[in-house]
């Protein structure tokens, strides 16, 4: 196999991949295409190629008209922050501030990277079918989120050609930046501290890698601290219209419970509704736990209290992730955990 060359100056080309690999342009465009298969290049061929690209540090790309910022194109960087219709989008201001100020300083050097942002979006389950995604032909960098068993699935099975990092997913050969998976009991213990005892989980379909750890590890820590699992109220998606109506089916059915803990702070504000429109008052009745993906959180009537980690701590770790990886093409994934945050309002105050 032979011995990919050193990273040549300026931007890295298909021809400098091809040298460094000894083998045909040709091959390099199919492989980094992502349409090996079709070519009948063999796997070792494929794996030689993609080694040399990322050791070399190669990048799609991108049209430059696209790209036209008054900078030189081999340094311009298209992020993509990617993420499911069904979900928040507050993330993707605190990704945008990151990356602003992981800038500043460093437009006096002529030889900086410059960034532009956009948001791409899917239908969860669906990440496979992005255009561009394989092939790099829209974006050469990308941080996604939000993606569910299946997204989650196909990326384990995917070569990306541009660096990327996962937020909230722990998927291998990818550096991802994830909560602390004690998030969900963490919130069943706030809420045994307000004392409350009938207990319930609000989550909903389709589920992801965090709802399901939320959700698992309040159920585990509420049973060991009471000797009985919590009930579960199931939506039939994450929006906060689904959960209103699965909080309101709840209650319709004459179950009752006194603290309730819903894995987005979507959900809750659903559950707001159903509980204010049953005449429960919050926290008097039922106390109210989210997770704090909502920056309006803490203007909710009333304000509420949130167990989860800071989305600019996810912004700033996920930004930092993925300029390491440009500017050390080849360097091994991290995984970077962040903290609990907790912030308690007037939802888990006993009236």
């Keep these: 196999m032979p011995k990919p060359q050193r990273k040549p100056a300026g931007r890295v080309t298909v021809r400098d991949v091809a040298k460094g690999a000894g083998v045909s342009v040709g091959a390099v465009s199919s492989v980094l295409s992502n349409r090996h298969v079709e070519r009948r290049i063999s796997m070792e061929t494929v794996e030689n190629i993609r080694a040399v ?4 540090g190669y990048l799609p790309n991108i049209s430059a008209r696209r790209l036209r910022s008054g900078t030189s194109q081999k ?71 939000n993606t569910t068993p299946e997204d989650d699935l196909f990326l384990s099975r995917a070569h990306l050609p541009f660096p990327v990092v996962l937020v909230n997913r722990a998927i291998p050969r990818y550096s991802c930046v994830v909560e602390d998976p004690t998030v969900g009991g963490r919130a069943g ?3 045994l501290r307000s004392k409350r005892r009938n207990l319930a989980v609000l989550h909903g379909r389709p589920i992801t890698q965090t709802t399901a750890e939320r959700t698992g590890n309040f159920i585990r820590s509420v049973t060991e601290q009471l000797g009985r699992p919590p009930l579960e109220i199931i939506a039939d998606n994450l929006s ?14 004459g179950d009752k419970i006194d603290g309730l803990y819903a894995v987005t702070d979507g959900m809750a504000l659903g559950a707001y509704h159903a509980l204010k429109g049953y005449g429960l008052e919050i926290p008097r009745d039922v106390a109210v736990v989210g997770t704090g993906d ?5 203007f909710f009537d009333p304000p509420l209290s949130v167990v989860g980690v800071e989305r600019s ?16 093409p080849g ?18 105050e006993r009236g």
């Design 294 to 298: 909502y920056d309006i959180s803490g």
């Design 75 to 145: 340094h311009n960087i298209l992020i993509a922050f990617v993420t499911s219709y069904e979900a928040p989008l507050s993330l993707a201001s605190h990704l945008i501030y990151s990356l602003r100020q992981s800038m500043i300083g460093r437009r006096q050097d002529p030889e900086a990277m410059s960034f532009s942002l956009m948001v791409e979006m899917f239908s969860a389950g669906q990440l496979k079918d992005m255009p561009g995604l394989l092939t790099g032909d829209h974006f050469n960098a990308a941080i996604i989120t």
């Design 240 to 253: 906060e219209a689904a959960a209103a109506e699965a909080m309101a089916r709840f209650l319709k059915r």
């Design 313 to 328: 701590k996810l912004g700033e770790e996920a930004c930092r992730l993925l300029l390491r990886q440009l500017e050390q």
């Design 331 to 348: 360097v091994a994934p991290l995984k970077v955990e962040i903290p609990v945050h907790i912030i308690l309002r007037a939802s888990t």
């Design 53 to 56: 690209a990322l050791k070399l």
């Design 189 to 191: 213990a706030t809420l």
